[in-house]
């Protein structure tokens, strides 16, 4: 999860976790406290993926005046026409067509790159510069890496979307698991978007989930 500068516009918080302790709502607080930010106004999340959506009702709960931005694909739709996500509406759907832009919220680009899901999104903030990749890319300490295979509903797709993000991501990348990359983003994602698959490897297979595991304990 991150929280993004919208300056006049307010504050943004980018996914919302699997679920939302209260430890969490006070860090959020002090954080925007400490950095003079402005009130929670909009919630923008790259995919549907549990670990990404799972606290979204509970933070809709404690922030009910902010509006939800996700890609139009990896809504439901309810039993009024409402297009939602874990039950909560989502006021503003945007397209999941690849490699659209849009405009959800002053300050913020959003582009559909789907694959991972069918409606991934990326955000770009004009303000920072920085581009929040939800799980195109894992940041870890020292390289990028994919999501598994199996963890991406269309790989093919999905592989389109990362050649695309290497053109389109700012140079800050701010990944949904591991580090923030600060210099040379578009250059390690476009060598990353560059690597074939590889044929299935067993061991390289439990090396990258304990990889991702350790990820859970760097905030
Ligand atoms: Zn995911």
Redesign the pocket.
Known sequence: MYLCDLGTEGTAIVDTGVRVSSELTVEIDQILKLNRLGPITYILL????R??SGGLKRMKQIYPDASVVAGEADCKINDGGQLVINEILIDIPVSSISGTVSRPVSGIRAVALPG??RG?MIYISEKSDVTFV??LVIGHKKYLAR?LRR?NEDDALYLTSLRLLSNLTSDIGAP?HGYVVSTDFRARVAELAALPRRAFNLVRLIRGLFAFARLRFNR
């Open positions: 790259t995919h549907r993926h670990d990404h991972h899901t991934s939800g799980d999501p963890a949904g």
